[in-house]
């Protein structure tokens, strides 16, 4: 037996009334409930990262959380990011360090360094590959994005100043 269970989900800051299988996950149901389809499912084990969204502001694996358990928490997904159109500097800084290429592993990837940089101004390489050690990427090689992410805190630390 499989009953629904009614819910509202803070989504990107907006709520959704969703009815939904207590199992079924919170990649599924921003994806086909929701339709928001930028949290890519990769493994479905919560090893590669691509389901990463922010939950209460902090990186989660979507594919390993049951909505059901997301009522009362704020989820933010990567079609939260860019705001009116513009690139969030970390964004920014993947396209000009060419920090990414097929692009199935990039919205995991903003998510987790959305947060990081927010909390750590000042990271350093070593720092930096040891929280990407979290997101795996199968193209780019990984030094790409270490000097996004490098790029994109120095952009944040002049627009604070």
């Known amino acids: 037996m499989n009953d629904a269970v009614s819910l509202c989900l803070t989504?990107?800051?907006?709520?959704?009334?969703?009815s939904v299988p207590p199992r079924k996950l919170l990649s599924d149901v921003l994806r086909e409930d929701l339709g928001l389809t930028g949290t890519h499912v990769g493994c479905?084990?919560?090893?590669?990262?691509?389901?990463t969204v922010l939950i209460?502001?902090?990186?989660?694996r979507a594919c390993l959380t049951f909505a059901v358990q997301m009522e009362g928490h704020e989820v933010t997904t990567i079609e939260a990011v860019a705001k009116d159109g513009?690139?969030?500097p970390?964004?920014?800084?993947?396209?000009e360090a060419?920090?990414?290429?097929?692009?199935?592993c990039t919205p995991g990837i903003v998510m987790t360094f959305e947060a990081y940089l927010r909390d750590h101004p000042n990271p350093h390489a070593e720092e930096i590959r040891d929280v990407l050690s979290?997101?795996?990427?199968?193209c780019t090689g990984y030094q790409a994005i270490v000097s996004a992410v490098l790029k994109a805190a120095a952009m944040l630390r002049e627009a604070r100043a």
């Open 11 to 18: 989504v990107n800051g907006r709520d959704h009334e969703v």
């Open 44 to 51: 479905e084990h919560g090893v590669c990262g691509a389901c």
């Open 56 to 60: 209460d502001g902090a990186p989660s």
């Open 86 to 88: 513009a690139l969030s």
């Open 90 to 95: 970390f964004q920014q800084a993947l396209h």
């Open 98 to 104: 060419h920090g990414l290429q097929c692009g199935f």
């Open 134 to 138: 979290g997101n795996l990427c199968r």
